[in-house]
């Protein structure tokens, strides 16, 4: 059997504890501790250097086709809430969907995914102080504010 496939996105501006949280639960070889191995990929809308909020350069040695046949897709954060979804990120976000892959969005990843319109009719949540900004923006989503995660 393959190992899972596990495609983070990363994108400019990312925060490097929110990539890190991913990366350190999946990215890790743990086969020592009988945990199972994944096939981890850093992902972005365009392979190649991705510059950090904290002034790190990394490298996401994946673009958006990195997110196919993944199991579970992660989007670990999302920046300047008030910058649209990237289409081609969005469409790559549906199609994983469609295919049955697992989407997660961690704190600000909601954003993304609700943009996608992967959230309609369902309950989500997000970082507690941007639930009402999300239910503005999104209000065909029941968000719920008490919950760290759905």
Same mark, same amino acid.
């Not at 990929?41 to 040695?61: D, N």
């Not at 994946?62 to 990237?86: C, Q, R, Y």
């Not at 997660?104 to 507690?128: D, P």
């Given at each position: /059997?393959?190992? !899972?496939?596990?495609?983070?996105? =990363?994108?400019?501006? &990312? *925060?490097?504890?929110?990539? *890190?949280? !991913?990366?350190?639960?999946?990215?890790?070889?743990?086969?020592?501790?009988?945990?199972?191995?994944?096939?981890?990929?850093?992902?972005?809308?365009?392979? #190649?250097?991705?510059?950090?909020? =904290?002034?790190?350069?990394?490298?996401a040695p994946?673009?958006?086709?990195?997110?196919? #046949? @993944?199991?579970?897709?992660? &989007?670990? *954060?999302?920046?300047? $809430?008030?910058?649209?979804? *990237? !289409?081609?990120? /969005?469409?790559?976000? +549906?199609?994983?969907? %469609? +295919? #049955?892959?697992? &989407?997660?969005?961690?704190?600000?990843g909601t954003? =993304?995914? =609700?943009?996608?319109?992967?959230?309609?009719?369902? +309950?989500?949540?997000?970082?507690?102080?941007?639930?009402? %900004? $999300? %239910?503005?923006?999104?209000?065909?989503?029941?968000?719920?504010? @008490?919950?760290?995660?759905?």
């Amino acid at each position: /059997m393959n190992d !899972p496939i596990i495609a983070v996105l =990363a994108f400019d501006g &990312i *925060s490097p504890f929110h990539l *890190s949280v !991913p990366c350190l639960v999946f990215g890790e070889d743990r086969t020592a501790l009988g945990l199972p191995r994944f096939d981890f990929r850093i992902c972005a809308v365009k392979a #190649g250097p991705i510059h950090t909020e =904290a002034g790190l350069t990394i490298a996401a040695p994946h673009g958006l086709e990195g997110l196919d #046949g @993944a199991d579970i897709v992660i &989007i670990p *954060s999302w920046h300047h $809430l008030s910058e649209p979804v *990237s !289409p081609l990120l /969005m469409e790559a976000l +549906r199609h994983a969907h %469609q +295919r #049955g892959a697992l &989407i997660v969005g961690l704190c600000l990843g909601t954003f =993304a995914i =609700a943009a996608a319109g992967l959230l309609s009719g369902r +309950r989500a949540a997000t970082h507690w102080a941007y639930c009402e %900004q $999300l %239910q503005t923006l999104h209000p065909d989503i029941a968000v719920d504010a @008490a919950v760290l995660y759905v």
